[in-house]
């Protein structure tokens, strides 16, 4: 076997995580608007620890990558694993109004929404669907079975650890689920208990 050139460095450390049995961590990519104060803007915070790499412009989205997008007609699930795996996972870190901004994304690439969660960053606390883009990272990667780093992504955040506690059932009954399909029925299951307590409740 020939001596590892310089440039074969990245395989060297990846084929030594895999041998130590250590699997390589998800790449995630954000492709951001930049509209947001950095100091509160959760992808920002991601990018400067190293965590995200920041995509300049839509063109550079590495091809096949699995693209978070609210108006998906697809839920995630453990079925994106190998291809989020493979090409990484992108978050589109803007308002969602003007996710039409993004013509090349919109049609070029794996689109793919989140099934029901609740937030926990300081702005929108409690709200449904209304994740910062750290959460919707963190929220992808437990649920394709990344739990370990998705930990490490809510760890740099005060309130990161809340997200996953105050969502532990959802995100449990979405990375059980085998199927799009399948996560779709775990979250019809669990909202329709929400609205039975909630009627319980007003009697």
Known sequence: ?????????????????????????????????????????TAAKLVRFKHVLEVKDESRVPRGAVVLDPEAEKALSREDAEPIAKRGLLVLDCSWNKLTKFPKIRSGLQHRALPFMLAANPTNFGRPQKLSSAEALAASLYIIGERKQAEQLMSIFKWGPVFLDI?????????????????????????????RTKDDRTD
């Open 167 to 195: 969502n532990r059932e959802r995100l449990e009954e979405y990375a059980a689920s085998a199927t799009s399909a399948e996560v779709v029925a775990a979250q019809n299951r669990m909202l329709q208990a929400m609205a």
């Open 1 to 41: 076997m020939g001596k590892i050139r310089p440039a074969d460095g990245h395989a060297y450390i990846l084929l030594g995580r895999l041998l130590a049995g250590a699997m390589p961590a998800i790449r995630l990519y954000a492709l951001m608007e930049h509209e947001d104060d950095p100091k509160r803007c």
